[in-house]
T-cell receptor, first 114, second 110 residues
Framework: EPEVTQTPSHQVTQMGQEVILRCVPISNHLYFYWYRQILGQKVEFLVSFYNNEISEKSEIFDDQFSVERPDGSNFTLKIRSTKLEDSAMYFC????????????FGQGTRLTVV | QKEVEQDPGPLSVPEGAIVSLNCTYSNSAFQYFMWYRQYSRKGPELLMYTYSSGNKEDGRFTAQVDKSSKYISLFIRDSQPSDSATYLCAMSSYGQNFVFGPGTRLSVLP
């Protein structure tokens, strides 16, 4: 069964360092998302991406964050200068063309900023 | 008022019980409703997807949407210990991102 895959599963980084989280969405999907979940808190929307551009972003997604689809399969989230409060699970999701379709999530990358 | 509300639980039930999980929401533009199951430190796993009001059944799971009351439910029949997880509702309006509830933690006791 097709699935969204994310790498790495766990990333530890020092405060101020740049990190890149990687996602391979389901192959025929056209809408891509990043969400995050701070431990014990709700899943929060970061950004959505369609047709090679950001379609929507939240207040959390400030200038320190960027997304890219560098090729036909990968979708990345970059955090330029990590802060302690960026420590969270980051989930990538994708869905097919059309608004009336459900989103499928990856298993997440646990980011720990020390 | 929060956009999507869910009782955080924990909800403990004996094996075989019928479980009822609920979410309320404030945004009348929401049309697409999903239920996800999340095991500890794992990604949300899609259980049910419904569009607009009505019922949908899939195996032991039934999803209900009442848009007039801004209320959605997930029923689990014949609950199993393996159903122990956090259940997240999520919803969106046309072409928009998904907004999640905080989740309800369920424990099914053998």
């Amino acid at each position: 069964e097709p699935e969204v895959t994310q790498t790495p599963s766990h990333q530890v980084t020092q405060m101020g360092q740049e990190v890149i989280l990687r996602c391979v969405p389901i192959s025929n999907h056209l809408y891509f998302y990043w969400y995050r979940q701070i431990l014990g808190q709700k899943v929060e929307f970061l950004v959505s991406f369609y047709n090679n551009e950001i379609s929507e972003k939240s207040e959390i997604f400030d200038d320190q964050f960027s997304v890219e689809r560098p090729d036909g399969s990968n979708f990345t989230l970059k955090i330029r200068s990590t802060k302690l409060e960026d420590s969270a699970m980051y989930f990538c999701a994708s869905r097919e063309q059309g608004a009336r379709t459900e989103a499928f999530f990856g298993q997440g990358t646990r980011l720990t900023v020390v | 008022q929060k956009e999507v509300e869910q009782d955080p639980g924990p909800l403990s039930v004996p094996e075989g019980a019928i479980v009822s999980l609920n979410c309320t929401y404030s945004n009348s533009a929401f049309q697409y409703f999903m239920w996800y199951r999340q095991y500890s430190r794992k990604g949300p796993e899609l259980l049910m997807y419904t569009y607009s009001s009505g019922n949908k059944e899939d195996g032991r799971f039934t999803a209900q949407v009442d848009k007039s009351s801004k209320y959605i439910s997930l029923f689990i029949r014949d609950s199993q210990p393996s159903d122990s997880a956090t259940y997240l509702c999520a919803m969106s309006s046309y072409g928009q991102n998904f907004v999640f509830g905080p989740g309800t933690r369920l424990s099914v006791l053998p």
